[in-house]
């Protein structure tokens, strides 16, 4: 882990409807790097529902992409109510999400699975009352 | 075939056009986004009815060649600024999703 490169954002939990503009930042920014296009296409998949479930499920938070030699990271955080059944949250089809947030094409109770499907390693750490934080990483290889 | 040559030979209603040299190869129809983002596959055609936002982000970050709005869903001109920036090709077509593919399905 010596030299890596760091992105970091801000999730602003107010607009639903421009939600996901971090992932898609990283996506261009991982594209500039060079990197293979489905290694980019998988973290930038992953980090956006991610950032999706900051903002509709969480009032937002902070986002951070570590970029090393062989492997990215993408560690979500956030000060939400956190998740109370975390094997239930991963399972298809489960949400909470309000009929507005489903109105715009979300809560299809899919976003934790698409992320756990899409990187090499997922540990959700959530207490409920404090927070939720993701971390993911996807080897280069 | 590309994105521009599908357009042209259907007469598809031309919403945005940056990256007309895509490659169309296979097809995901579906609104919701998680479904769209866990299914489709790089250069797929995305046929959805859903005209806000997010739609861009998730055509952009799938990778599908270009989205195509069924049933003469529109979109605000937002979002149209927004697809051109991220080099999103989006066509339109007054019929339903069924009636788009039935017709383009062999070129896929
Ligand atoms: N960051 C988070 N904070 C609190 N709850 C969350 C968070 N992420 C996910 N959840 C819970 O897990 C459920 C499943 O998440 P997900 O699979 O992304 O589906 P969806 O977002 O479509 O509801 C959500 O409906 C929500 O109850
Ligand atoms: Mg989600």
């Known amino acids: 882990m010596s030299e890596f490169v760091n992105f970091h954002f801000d999730v602003d939990g107010d607009n639903f409807v421009s939600a996901g503009q971090a992932s898609v930042k990283v996506k261009k920014n991982l594209r500039e790097m060079g990197l293979d296009p489905d290694i980019i296409r998988r973290v930038s998949i992953a980090m956006y529902e991610g950032e999706i479930n900051m903002v509709i499920h969480a009032g937002g938070g902070v986002a951070d992409v570590n970029v090393y030699k062989d492997y990215i990271e993408i560690i979500l955080d956030d000060h939400g109510p956190g998740i109370p059944n975390v094997e239930l949250a991963m399972q298809e089809g489960y949400s909470t999400a309000s009929d507005h947030v489903r109105s715009l094409g979300f809560g299809a109770g899919m976003g934790l699975s698409n992320m756990k499907r899409y990187t090499d390693d997922m540990q959700i750490d959530s207490t409920v009352g404090v927070g939720t934080k993701i971390t993911m990483r996807v080897n280069m290889e | ?108």
Do not use: H
């Not at chain 2, 927004?82 to 062999?106: C, P, R």
């Open chain 2, 1 to 108: 075939m590309t994105v521009n040559q599908l357009a042209t030979k259907y007469a598809f209603s031309v919403v945005t056009m940056p990256e007309g040299e895509k490659i169309v190869s296979g097809c995901y129809v579906g609104d919701l986004l998680s479904w769209v983002m866990g299914r489709a596959k790089a250069g797929n055609v995305w046929v959805t009815i859903m005209s806000n936002l997010n739609v861009v982000a998730v055509a952009s970050l799938v990778d599908v060649s270009c989205v195509i709005l069924a049933e003469g869903v529109t979109l605000d001109k937002e979002i149209v600024d927004m697809a051109v920036e991220k080099g999103v090709n989006i066509l339109s077509s007054s019929k339903t999703a069924f009636e788009t593919l039935k017709d383009i399905a062999s070129e896929l």
